[in-house]
């Protein structure tokens, strides 16, 4: 089965720095666009970030404000995500999906192929 390996998640307190890791599985990354997924609890799961699959097209969610950084390293076959000024509504579980498209969907696209189990992330004091 074709799924990522998520990790780098934990407890941080607020203002402090977490980077996700999502290690491809059973595939090799080059050809799929990767998103990084929030859902905090009790809502629905958003997606945070994407990446192209040439790593040169990034997007991220508005409410953001440059604190996440989302990366890629073909030849690691792990995609990353860098957090950094992270809030108390940071917290929650973070999943990677790829699709086999070249470029990021728009925000409401629904047809990632592959996931991971998901890192959970808790900001707190």
């Known amino acids: 089965q074709l799924q990522f390996v998520e990790s780098g998640g934990g407890l941080v307190q607020p203002g402090g720095s977490l980077r996700l890791s999502c290690a491809a599985s059973?595939?090799?990354?080059?050809?799929?666009?990767i998103a990084w997924f929030h859902q905090a609890p009790g809502k629905e799961r958003e997606r945070v970030s994407c990446i192209s699959s040439d790593g040169r097209g990034t997007h991220y969610a508005n409410s953001l404000k440059g604190r996440f950084t989302i990366s890629r390293d073909n030849a690691k076959n792990t995609a990353y995500l860098q957090m950094n000024s992270l809030k108390p509504e940071d917290t929650g579980v973070y999943y990677c999906?790829?699709?086999?498209?070249?470029?990021?969907?728009?925000?409401?696209?629904?047809?990632?192929?592959?996931w991971g189990q998901g890192t959970q992330v808790t900001v707190s004091s």
């Open positions: 999906a790829a699709v086999g498209i070249s470029n990021c969907p728009g925000y409401n696209y629904n047809r990632w192929a592959i």
């Open positions: 059973r595939f090799t990354l080059p050809g799929y666009t």
